[in-house]
T-cell receptor, first 112, second 112 residues
Framework: GDSVTQMEGPVTLSEEAFLTINCTYT??????LFWYVQYPGEGLQLLLK?????DKGSNKGFEATYRKETTSFHLEKGSVQVSDSAVYFC???????????FGTGTSLTVIP | NAGVTQTPKFRVLKTGQSMTLLCAQDMNHEYMYWYRQDPGMGLRLIHYSVGEGTTAKGEVPDGYNVSRLKKQNFLLGLESAAPSQTSVYFC???????????FGNGTRLTVT
């Protein structure tokens, strides 16, 4: 079935370190892929998205490339900040009303 | 901009009690969703709606009911609360079926 698997956390990094959070997916159709971020006490917010193979989504220094050959959508940032501390969710959408699938989330803590 | 608003923010129920969670969106979105978030399990879809007057079951619908009498509101009801329903509940909406989700800030429900 359709699903998303993402890297388990928690992840702890020092400020200015490089970040990668792995995400792979299984889908029967042609999904759109998303990264959402959840700050403490808040709902999820869209961080970036990609709608087709080889698309690169980017926002706030974060990037992810839709790789169909490896069924992956890894999140990267070159230099993390303390303010990036949050839980990150990878998700896929299959274009019908109920078909969004979320990973289990990866908690990131950035220390000064 | 209000976006997606959930009420209440917190609630404690005793086993067997009932309650209704309210979700309101002011973005004229057609699609609305109720998710629950539990540690290590990501987000799981409870029920969803593809338009006013319509509802459908998601992945974990048992013990919940929903109604979408007005386009902007999506209500989630628990008729007889159980401890297994202790969770954080998120409402979300989207313009069309594969557009990004907009989330509320959640309702933390504890059932004792």
């Amino acid at each position: 079935g359709d699903s998303v698997t993402q890297m388990e956390g928690p992840v702890t990094l020092s400020e200015e370190a490089f970040l990668t959070i792995n995400c792979t997916y299984t889908a029967t159709g042609y999904p759109s892929l998303f990264w959402y971020v959840q700050y403490p006490g808040e709902g999820l917010q869209l961080l970036l998205k990609a709608t087709k193979a080889d698309d690169k989504g980017s926002n706030k220094g974060f990037e992810a490339t839709y790789r169909k050959e490896t069924t992956s959508f890894h999140l990267e940032k070159g230099s993390v900040q303390v303010s990036d501390s949050a839980v990150y969710f990878c998700a896929l959408g299959l274009g019908t009303g109920n078909q969004f699938y979320f990973g289990t989330g990866t908690s990131l803590t950035v220390i000064p | 901009n209000a976006g997606v608003t959930q009420t209440p923010k917190f609630r404690v129920l005793k086993t067997g009690q009932s309650m209704t969670l309210l979700c309101a969106q002011d973005m004229n979105h057609e699609y609305m969703y109720w998710y629950r978030q539990d540690p290590g399990m990501g987000l799981r879809l409870i029920h969803y709606s593809v338009g006013e007057g319509t509802t459908a079951k998601g992945e974990v619908p048992d013990g919940y009911n929903v109604s979408r009498l007005k386009k902007q509101n999506f209500l989630l009801g628990l008729e007889s609360a159980a401890p297994s329903q202790t969770s954080v509940y998120f409402c979300a909406s989207s313009y069309v079926s594969d557009s990004p989700l907009h989330f509320g800030n959640g309702t933390r429900l504890t059932v004792t």
